[in-house]
């Protein structure tokens, strides 16, 4: 009489669990730190379009448009528009004009129906990675640039 196995021995199956286990210790906090990745890059995106549109709105209506953020409630808006909230996890920076700062953490990047701004620079700083997206006060442009300091 010869022994058969049709299937896996206990020790295999635990052996195997193990295995998964210790490649699911590995990938979880490496797919968090990634997925946090993802949404500070789309916050930063998020700010320079923001800001683009405010300057579209300005060129195409051929008025003064403000991009106001709230750095203490992580919100911004576009004149008055309803705020958008940006993630808490992410510390916030403005730096604007002395008469677009409305208080404490609260200002505004204004622009002219020209094209241009005052001009500005909003830091966006998160579990090490920084980038800032600048106003260039002549030309309106907006640009974005990885962040030291």
């Known amino acids: 009489m010869s022994w058969r196995s049709d299937g896996f021995t206990l020790l295999e199956l635990i052996v195997a669990l193990a295995i998964a286990a210790l490649g699911f210790a590995y990938v979880a906090p490496n797919f968090i730190k990634t997925l946090e990745s ?85 830091v966006l700083r998160q579990f090490g990675l920084a980038k800032r997206v600048d106003v260039h006060w002549l030309t309106g442009r907006v640009s974005v640039a990885a962040h030291a300091g």
């Open 38 to 122: 993802v949404r500070f890059q789309s916050a930063v995106r998020e700010v320079a379009s923001g800001l683009r549109h405010a300057r579209g709105i300005a060129l195409a209506q051929g008025r003064e448009v403000v991009f106001f953020l709230d750095v203490a409630a992580h919100t911004y808006r576009i004149d008055r528009d309803r705020p958008r909230r940006l993630p808490k996890s992410i510390e916030l920076r403005l730096s604007t004009a002395e008469t677009e700062r409305i208080g404490p953490g609260v200002g505004g990047i204004r622009f002219f129906p020209d094209g241009s701004a005052t001009g500005g620079r909003i």
